[in-house]
């Protein structure tokens, strides 16, 4: 393996009503919207976009909204718990946040030696929060949540999975991962220093149902690629690997390739340029419908297509 990923890039999972979305991820979590665009493969749905001040990698949870579609179901080959970093000395701040807000949230535990809670977004996401000293993502500007308790960007994402050692293999001898721990059946993967955001949990549970990707489930996880050089050699050295995976697509704030892990989880290895102010100045992210140059001839139609939605 000569390349690796340096962490994550984005978790992107299905919602149901947009506005609903926007109002958990900016009031209740304190998120900034940084990008409201469409999914360009269906784009008579929104795709909205998560994350710090400016959006950087590792800090970004993306929504695919579909109005009125069903509750997926957390199971096997699935991303099946988010979790984010908060400063040491936040988790009971953010336990009394939640509770006041009427959002059910479990009683801290410790893993690998660090507090951890959890609870459900309104479409029943599963999320956590990590107290982890070590993360360096600047919270928004202005937001709901105070500075010294605000979400500094991704800590890990929990796989859930009928078997093991194929993922294993893929995650150790195709991505550049490396074991650091292993836990009450959970075995934790790195890359990097192993820091937040370079994190990935994998939990055998072979007699768990197969998840179902809808409501309330992650899409897919993407990792980061430093540029489109390393991607393409990444791209290659997985299709040695005999894993079925993408030509490069243009995302217009990134490049991917995408493909699935033996266990079911489709992954994406995104670049981290250009970035998310590509098409918009920093101070106004996220405030206005953008749209990839080969759908403008459309916007009329699209936006037409798409329910209101208020961000300001």
């Known amino acids: 393996m000569s390349v690796q990923p340096l962490g994550i890039h984005h978790v992107t999972a299905v919602a149901g009503e947009p506005q609903r979305n926007v109002d958990f991820y900016r009031e209740v979590l304190g998120l900034r919207m940084i990008k409201q665009t469409v999914n360009f493969d269906a784009p008579d749905t929104y795709h909205l976009y998560y994350g710090d001040e400016v959006g950087h990698p590792g800090t970004v949870l993306t929504f695919f909204p579909w109005p009125g579609s069903p509750s997926g179901r957390r199971g096997t080959g699935q991303a099946t718990a988010t979790a984010f970093t908060v400063p040491p000395g936040s988790i009971g701040w953010w336990r009394d946040r939640l509770a006041a807000l009427g959002i059910g949230v479990t009683e801290p535990v410790t893993r690998f030696d660090e507090e951890v809670v959890a609870f459900e977004d309104p479409d029943g996401l599963l999320l956590e929060l990590v107290a982890h000293k070590g993360a360096v993502a600047e919270p928004p500007q202005d937001g709901p949540v105070p500075g010294e308790h605000a979400v500094r960007g991704f800590h890990a994402v929990t796989m859930t999975e009928e078997g093991f050692e194929a993922t294993a293999h893929v995650l150790a001898g195709t991505l550049g991962f490396h074991v650091v721990g292993e836990e009450a059946g959970r075995t934790r993967f790195a ?21 179902l990707v809808a ?24 299709a040695e690997a005999g894993l079925d995976v993408t030509p490069v697509i243009d995302r217009k704030y990134f490049r991917s390739i995408y493909f699935r892990e033996p266990g079911g989880v489709l992954f994406e290895i995104a670049t981290d340029a250009p970035g998310f102010t590509v098409d918009e100045p920093a101070e106004r992210l996220g405030e206005t419908l953008q749209l990839p140059p080969w759908l403008e001839p459309r916007r009329a139609e699209i936006a037409a297509s798409l329910p209101p939605l208020e961000v300001t």
């Open 215 to 238: 409501a309330g489930t992650v899409h897919h996880v993407a990792w980061r690629a430093p540029d489109e050089e390393t991607q393409a050699a990444w791209r290659e050295e997985i």
């Open 191 to 211: 890359v990097g220093d192993g820091g937040a955001g370079q994190l990935v949990d994998v939990v055998p549970h072979p007699d768990a149902p197969r998840g």
